[in-house]
């Protein structure tokens, strides 16, 4: 006969508190907070770097792709998230195709533009056109050769969404690009035309930069939302980002003004002394300012927005990088590179790479190996797959 017994009605038999926070935690899910860490070493990435560098020129850069493969294969393999690093499986003789391709359209454009160059908008057309299938193609091929803890990742974005994102950055680019050539082409300065086709063109890009954020945050709602992981799919909201993306555009061309402001001080004030000293001072200040100023601020704030904002039902990912490390590693690398004539180049990378990734965290409700263990079979032979590994093109996520 059992010890049990039912507890009576009105009796003091409550359950413990031990009891009630047993059943607490089993019926919530752990939280796991996993930060990226960063193991590379300059002195190993600068033997693989030279290699690469010397066999790139020595093939006329049809090393390029294979290059990039060892490149990305070493930094995949030192990226650790939680107790284990990612991996990279790409076959860069597919890489290796999509570089073709991309040489060839490079190649016809600079051709029609050098000896027709009134129809240099045709091959930029073309180009266009292809682009949204490139770019999800090349998201598809990197994802789908990234690996952690042996299950590959996956990006399902669809084909007529890349194009619905991509196609409105293209076009006013080709239009421009048309009006801008037919301006320009012997002939049509007789019809009168070409003062109402540069008006166009200016209001176009007035238009197209108004619009710039808003375009930006479709694209990257679009390439963050299609991120797969076992069962997780990533979610980014456009909505939310379209917002912030215009305080951005507006603080960044704020501190544009800024800058550009202190360099019109500059060159007026040594301009007094010779034209030539404020002709240097705007020339350096263009080459030393923006990308030392402008472009780590874009990237920092850039990296904490989207990211900040990436979520899967059980995935949150946040973003903590600061602006004044970003700016203070960026001066100290572009001076030593300077310095040893570029051969700091290796090193500069690996230290950027390790602030931005460490930067990073990822908080997962669940259990991980539950997940893996879970994992559907990786896909093979699928038409779909062919498809997005066919091209190859790697322009980076």
Do not use: C
Not at 383 to 389: E, F, K, P
């Amino acid at each position: 006969m059992s010890d049990w017994q039912e507890p009576v009605v009105g009796s003091d038999h409550r359950p413990t508190a031990d009891a009630a926070m047993a059943l607490d935690q089993r019926s919530t899910p752990a939280v796991h907070d996993m930060p990226l860490r960063f193991t590379g070493s300059g002195s190993e990435y600068f033997r693989i770097w030279i290699v690469n560098l010397l066999l790139t020129l020595v093939t006329l850069t049809l090393y390029w792709p294979f290059a990039r493969a060892r490149r990305m294969a070493y930094f995949h393999s030192n990226t650790w998230v939680g107790d284990s690093a990612l991996g990279f499986h790409a076959d860069p003789w597919k890489m290796f195709r999509g570089y073709l391709l991309m040489l060839v359209l490079g190649g016809v454009y600079g051709l029609v533009s050098n000896f027709v160059p009134a129809f240099s908008w045709l091959p930029l057309l073309v180009l266009a056109l292809l682009w949204p299938a490139l770019w999800r193609s090349s998201l598809m091929f990197r994802l789908r050769n990234t690996s952690w803890r042996g299950v590959r990742f996956d990006f399902v974005g669809s084909a007529r969404d890349a194009y619905r994102v991509m196609l409105p950055l293209w076009i006013p680019s080709v239009l421009l690009v048309a009006m801008v050539s037919l301006a320009e082409a012997p002939g049509w300065s007789e019809l009168g035309w070409v003062n109402n086709l540069l008006t166009m063109a200016g209001v176009l890009m007035v238009v197209f930069m108004l619009l710039f954020p808003w375009l930006m945050a479709r694209m990257h709602a679009y390439q963050h939302s299609g991120y797969v992981f076992t069962a997780e799919k990533t979610h980014l909201p456009v909505s939310s980002l379209t917002g912030a993306m215009v305080v951005l555009g507006l603080k960044a061309f704020g501190l544009v003004l800024l800058v550009s402001l202190f360099m019109g001080v500059g060159v007026v004030v040594l301009g007094s002394v010779g034209p030539m000293a404020g002709l240097v001072v705007a020339a350096g200040s263009v080459y030393l300012v923006f990308p030392l100023v402008l472009l780590p601020y874009w990237k920092t704030r850039m990296q904490n927005l989207v990211w900040g904002q990436t979520r899967s039902r059980h995935i949150a990912l946040s973003s903590v990088l600061r602006f004044r490390d970003m700016f203070t590693l960026n001066l100290a690398n572009w001076l030593l590179i300077v310095v040893t004539l570029g051969l700091y180049w290796p090193f500069a990378a690996i230290h950027t790479a390790r602030l931005r990734l460490e930067a990073v965290s990822v908080r997962i409700e669940g259990d991980v190996n539950t997940w893996v263990a879970q994992a559907p079979a990786q896909r093979a032979g699928v038409l779909g797959d062919a498809a997005g590994d066919f091209f190859g093109v790697d322009m980076g996520l």
